[in-house]
């Protein structure tokens, strides 16, 4: 059920949508003039802030975890690759596909390459509703194969489906490969926050890595940076749904 629900949710924290309640309202409030100006007003105020493209970077800039230079990452028994950055419903299934996040895969194999992780532990199944053909593990397996790490040195864990569950199956596939003590955790910088947390919470601590930074340094002192952008209110609907996974996690007991 938590499951299902945490895929609903999210949907109830799309700017777009709450632009497109407050508009719908506006018309159905032709006959009060007062309300309907209230529901104008409160659209145009949503329409300033959730296009500030300065704005929402400052908002990601603030959640998340800044990067760590390569050189301080000493030699770890194995990196844990999250996944969620590929699309396995995507057809025809004869490659794989990257979304967003793919810098995930990069970086852990310049880790890898940079002998920073001795192995690489790949978790990840299917976080879709719908069944797929093949896990993201394995697409994200068959990458590496391709860039030339050698299958003895990857793990695979595809049986979960969200960030705790990767927590808690990492663990137990661990229990199998004992001499894996120290882990680099490898996940976006918006992500890395729950992640971190839910490892931790199940007795892991790994170094954490952060990678796919959806920000831009620096720049508050130019105007542009401050002007109208249409992709933020994508980035902000973003920012809100990992809130909302970090505040659901900490009520429940998961970080």
């Known amino acids: 059920m938590f499951f299902v629900v945490s895929k609903i949710l ?3 924290l799309e700017p777009a949508i709450w632009l497109l309640a407050l508009l719908v309202g506006a018309l159905l409030s032709r006959k009060r003039p007062g309300r309907q100006r209230g529901f104008v007003v409160a659209a145009l105020v949503l329409i300033l802030i959730g296009t500030n493209g300065g704005l ?42 990257l979304s967003e996040g793919a810098d995930r895969v990069t970086h852990t194999l310049w880790l890898y390459r940079a002998g920073r992780i001795r192995r690489i532990i790949i978790s990840g199944g299917s976080g879709s509703l719908r069944e797929v053909a093949h896990t993201e593990a394995q697409d994200i397996a068959t990458l590496l194969r391709l860039a030339g790490v050698p299958s003895r040195d990857i793990l695979l864990e595809e ?10 199956f990492t663990k137990e596939l661990l229990a199998q490969h004992p001499d894996i003590k120290s882990l680099v955790l490898v996940t976006s910088a918006f992500h890395q926050r729950r992640a971190l947390g839910c490892f931790v919470k199940v007795g892991l601590h790994p170094t954490p890595f952060p990678v796919d930074f959806r920000t831009e340094d620096g720049g508050p002192a130019s105007l542009t940076y401050w002007l109208p952008d249409a992709t933020a ?19 429940l007991g998961y970080i």
């Open 56 to 97: 929402v970077n400052e908002a990601w800039l603030a959640w998340e975890l800044p990067p760590v230079p390569l050189r301080t990452i000493g030699p770890h028994d194995a990196g844990v690759l999250l996944t969620g950055v590929t699309k396995p419903q995507k057809s025809p299934h004869d490659r794989v596909y």
């Open 159 to 168: 049986r979960s489906r969200n960030t705790r569950e990767n927590a808690q």
């Open 233 to 251: 209110l994508g980035r902000w609907s973003h920012l809100l749904h990992e809130l909302l996974g970090y505040v659901t996690y900490k009520v």
């Open 10 to 12: 999210p949907y109830l």
